[in-house]
């Protein structure tokens, strides 16, 4: 799960725009996002024995920020792929929600907290 804190805030605006590699040793600056920008964007490779990997992720706001009635987060379930070609192929930001009833949300019932602070 370490894997997850190894990456750095880019760009919004690049977004769908996937590098060819993981980043080197230096790790880039994060990206400071104006105080009015709605969007952030959080980019990590992660490394996977399995051939064709899925993750499950669940995204938390604090409280008072973006919160569902029952306080739970939303749901995303993705593709990983070997090329970002792939990965664009596998994954789209206009799929349905996943509900419970479908069976994938939390599949394995293991889950790691994970805190990403957002640069002011």
């Known amino acids: 799960m370490a894997q997850f804190l190894d990456g750095n805030w880019v760009d ?3 977004l769908g725009e996937l590098p060819g590699g993981p980043r080197s040793k230096l790790s880039p600056a994060d990206f400071t ?8 964007l959080w980019q990590v490779w992660v490394d996977s024995p399995a051939a064709s990997p899925v993750l499950e992720l669940e995204v938390r706001y604090p409280a008072g920020v973006w919160q569902r009635s029952n306080r739970r987060g939303y749901m995303f379930r993705l593709a990983l792929e ?3 070609n792939e990965a664009d192929r596998a994954n789209t930001a206009f799929n349905n929600e996943l509900m419970e009833k479908d069976g ?3 599949a394995n019932k293991n889950t ?4 990403l602070d957002v640069p002011d």
């Open 33 to 40: 996002y104006p105080s009015q920008e709605q969007h952030r």
């Open 12 to 14: 919004p605006t690049l």
């Open 104 to 106: 994938i949300v939390l």
């Open 82 to 84: 070997r090329t970002t």
């Open 112 to 115: 790691k907290l994970l805190n």
